[in-house]
């Protein structure tokens, strides 16, 4: 079953939280809302578990409308399944029964056993939550969430409150077991590298907007700003203002054929610069070293100007922190974007 928003907004009193979310999560994918604390990628999923109630626009599961703002079901009337951050067990009921409660009838002991065992916690079902590790609560939740068969899946922050080695073993169990049980699932997440380990399609959200939707290699290859393609293609942003054939930058002026493609039409920019595509030449005006880390077989260099503005730089020359160095950029090596 797909979800999809169409044209949805929301404000806390005078703050507006969303502005014009339309998109859609289509049946047995898995789609994350990716963005910082702030972003609304909560309130989203809160308005489609019923949490909050729709003010603007509407909420449809396989194109029939779920809610919108004449009519906002509770949680329990939606065919949605819920897992949170903290997995917000029973903590009265054993790990069957919390498995147990909220299925169509009272399911039985063979049905229960066999979602633990999809979920690793065979022979766990008799424990109570607090006699589980934070891992083992988190998969018990997630068997909670999908023994009812909802007909989609929301998740917000699931693996945040487990260690990072945890953390990625709990990711890819359960993207196997969505994609065994080909659920529709709507996860929230600030973490990028979650987003790429368990997405199939990730809508990147800022203050309040979604500024790219797209497969990850999508928002990888064709970012639609500066901040995605940082995100996501391990680069650095730099602020620059054109003047003529030139771009002031803190960091000095380069020149615009450091640019590929077409130079977009604006006065002000945001570059999108690769580290190991920086050049370093000793200049007595220059930047001087910050800090220099050693890796396999180049050196990571941290430059900063006089107002302590930085810049990273990948080179496989050796760099003397005594000394200043100019940074420009190689040909065509550089992305441009009009800076808001």
Same mark, same amino acid.
Request: aromatic fraction near 4%; glycine fraction near 8%.
């Given at each position: 079953?797909? *979800? ?19 998109f859609t999560a289509r049946t047995g994918e898995i789609t994350c809302l990716l963005g910082s604390s702030g972003c609304g990628k909560s309130t989203l999923l809160n308005l489609a578990a019923g949490l909050l109630p729709v003010q ?13 703002? %004449? ?22 009921m054993t790990i069957a029964n919390n498995v147990r409660f909220g299925t169509a009838e009272d399911a039985g002991s063979v049905v229960i056993d066999r979602w633990l065992e999809r979920v690793g916690l065979q022979g766990l079902g ?11 609560? $988190? ?11 909802? $007909?989609?899946?929301?998740? =917000? ?12 073993? *709990?990711?890819? =169990? ?6 065994? $049980? ?29 500024? $790219? ?10 970012p639609a700003t500066a901040s995605v393609g940082a995100t996501f293609g391990g680069a650095q942003v730099v602020e620059a203002d054109r003047s003529g054939d030139a771009l002031r930058t803190p960091f000095g002026k380069w020149h ?46 941290? *430059? ?17 922190? =005594? ?9 065509? %090596? ?7």
């Amino acid at each position: 079953m797909s *979800l999809e928003f169409r044209h949805i907004a929301h404000a806390y009193g005078p703050v507006r939280a969303l502005e014009d979310i339309s998109f859609t999560a289509r049946t047995g994918e898995i789609t994350c809302l990716l963005g910082s604390s702030g972003c609304g990628k909560s309130t989203l999923l809160n308005l489609a578990a019923g949490l909050l109630p729709v003010q603007q626009g509407s909420i449809l599961i396989d194109g029939k409308v779920l809610a919108d703002p %004449s009519n906002n079901p509770p949680p329990e009337k939606r065919p949605v399944g819920l897992v949170f951050q903290d997995g917000a067990l029973f903590p009265h009921m054993t790990i069957a029964n919390n498995v147990r409660f909220g299925t169509a009838e009272d399911a039985g002991s063979v049905v229960i056993d066999r979602w633990l065992e999809r979920v690793g916690l065979q022979g766990l079902g008799e424990r109570y939550p607090h006699e589980l590790s934070g891992g083992q609560q $988190q998969r018990a939740a997630l068997a909670r969430a999908m023994a009812p068969h909802p $007909q989609v899946l929301l998740m =917000d922050e699931p693996f945040a409150s487990v260690d990072i080695v945890l953390r990625r073993r *709990l990711r890819r =169990d359960c993207r196997m077991l969505l994609r065994d $049980q080909g659920a529709t699932a709507l996860v929230v997440t600030h973490d990028p590298h979650e987003a790429l380990d368990i997405a199939d399609r990730i809508a990147v959200m800022e203050a309040g907007q979604i500024v $790219q939707f797209g497969t990850p290699a999508e928002l990888r290859d064709h970012p639609a700003t500066a901040s995605v393609g940082a995100t996501f293609g391990g680069a650095q942003v730099v602020e620059a203002d054109r003047s003529g054939d030139a771009l002031r930058t803190p960091f000095g002026k380069w020149h615009a054929g450091s640019v590929a493609g077409e130079l977009p039409d604006a006065p002000s920019l945001e570059l999108l610069v690769a580290a190991d595509r920086l050049d370093l030449l000793k200049d007595d005006k220059g930047l001087r070293v910050r800090d220099i880390q050693p890796l396999d077989d180049t050196y990571r260099v941290v *430059l900063a100007n006089d107002e302590e503005a930085e810049i990273t730089v990948e080179t496989q020359s050796r760099i003397s922190g =005594d000394e200043r160095y100019s940074v420009t950029p190689q040909r065509a %090596s550089v992305r441009a974007f009009p800076r808001a």
